[in-house]
């Protein structure tokens, strides 16, 4: 079995759940306490074993490539004063991993953004970051899937059970349970209205692909909005070639989501050493 080292993560979504913030900053730059929600997620990648990240990107989202590579300005200002635990981190990031952007042209789905990334990937199993999603596990949800993928030898996508009327907000499952959290898919169905969803088992923005999926997203005809959706894809890949939901350990956040996004940053900001204490104090001072 090919080992899984490279990641897509699409990011040329506009952030219009978002603005103004994100009128002229990238929504995947926007922090988590003080680290961009995409460091957040390609650390997660890393610590799985991915050496590679491919950000299928749009306009206006250099910033983010310039996250992780280096700033020699900065890194020289921080060492002439004396900062060198700042210099040091700014290091580690732009060291982190090697980062290649693809330009996805035009707004035509997941699915199309996937398929951008298709002769960076070549014939090799990878995983997809979807870096709205952000969670909270240990190990990370990204090496969770990639050790049921090495246990079944099949694609895996990331699970998690929400209140039925929730279900339009995601791609939904059906399956036969294969062990305590793994599922053989049978059914995936976009972003269904409660009466028509399978399960209440949503797919959350973390993905474990074979190539094979490259075929099937080629052989998928746009949705009633023009856009390839991924859902469709993986519908293909599930009845040819097989595909697991995984139903994940952790604590899921929507960052795309203002109150998302909110609760994110306090909880982190919770756990933060040198921070969490006194929030905590902060918190209980407020007459909520
Ligand atoms: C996308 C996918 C959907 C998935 C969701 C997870 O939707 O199309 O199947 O459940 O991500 O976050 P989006 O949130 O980009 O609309």
Known sequence: MRPVRKAVIPVAGLGTRFLPATKAVPKELLPIVDVPAIQVVIEE???????????VTGRGK???MDHFDHSYELEDTLKRRGKHAERIELERISDMVRAVAIRQKAALGLGHAVLCARAAIGDEPFVVILPDDIIDA???????????????GAGVLATMEVPLDKTSMYGVISGAPMSERAWRINTLVEKPEPDDAPSCFAVIG??????????????????????IQLTDGLRRLAADDGLLGYEFEGRHYDIADRLGFLKANLEYALK???????????LRTLSL
């Open 206 to 227: 973390r993905y474990v692909l074979p190539p094979e999926i490259f075929a099937h997203l080629e052989a998928t005809e746009p949705d009633d909005s023009g856009e």
């Open 272 to 282: 933060r050493e040198g921070l969490g204490t006194e929030l905590r104090d902060y």
């Open 62 to 64: 250099g910033a983010i």
């Open 45 to 55: 990648a890393v610590a799985a074993g991915i050496e590679e990240v491919i950000l």
């Open 138 to 152: 240990d190990p990370g949800v990204t090496a969770q899937l990639i050790s049921q993928y090495e246990r079944y």
